[in-house]
């Protein structure tokens, strides 16, 4: 009889990823996020806002080392993130459930300027550690800031984390820059979307 938040229901769907697995978790995040579906990435413009989040929604990382935050502005958000010289890690993650198949990953981003050995990438890994994709990031000044790369997800691989990574470098000012947008889809769908 007692009523139930979003922030209640985040923790239930984390609690269930752990004891029931991602298939029963998902079906419970469903219920409460009726638009999503198990075929692409969620939330590409990081406009949603919560004190607690799931993983199939973006997650920042809890490494103190590392300065990665979802801003909103209006109707618009992006991923904010700093990184110290010489570290590197996990900056954002989001689990998926992705049917085999090929996936394009395509975004937006801002102020990156890092030699091509430092610049960010996005992996996609099953579960199991397996990785089996990369996109790289270039830097911003080149393409208007637009990325995109093409990833296979295999048939023995259910269950998926799509992580943006930072790499080390050398400058003094570290690794510092912006995603406006990423979105994870099928590639057939954008074939039908060109017709």
Request: charged letters at 25%; glycine letters at 8%; hydrophobic letters at 35%.
């Amino acid at each position: 009889g007692l009523p139930v938040d979003d922030n209640d229901r985040a923790k239930l769907v984390n609690a269930l990823s752990v004891k029931a697995g991602y298939e029963e978790a998902w079906d419970y995040y469903t219920s409460f996020r009726p638009n999503v579906h198990r075929s692409n990435s969620r939330d590409a413009e990081f406009t949603f806002q919560s004190a607690t989040r799931t993983l199939f929604d973006w997650r920042t990382s809890e490494d103190a080392r590392l300065s990665a935050v979802i801003l909103g502005t209006g109707g618009d958000g992006m991923l904010d993130f700093a990184v110290p010289p010489t570290i590197g890690g996990t900056l954002l993650s989001q689990a998926q459930l992705l049917p085999p198949g090929t996936y394009h990953l395509k975004g937006k981003s801002g102020r990156i300027d890092q030699p091509s050995r430092s610049q960010p990438y996005w992996t996609l890994r099953c579960r199991d550690g397996r990785e089996l994709g990369r996109v790289p990031i270039p830097n911003s000044d080149k393409h208007n800031g637009l990325f995109q790369g093409k990833i296979t997800v295999p048939q023995n691989c259910p269950e998926q984390t799509l992580s943006l990574i930072a790499r080390a470098t050398d400058s003094i000012t570290g690794v510092l820059g912006q995603i406006d947008r990423a979105a994870l889809v099928p590639a057939e769908l954008e074939k039908a979307s060109v017709k």
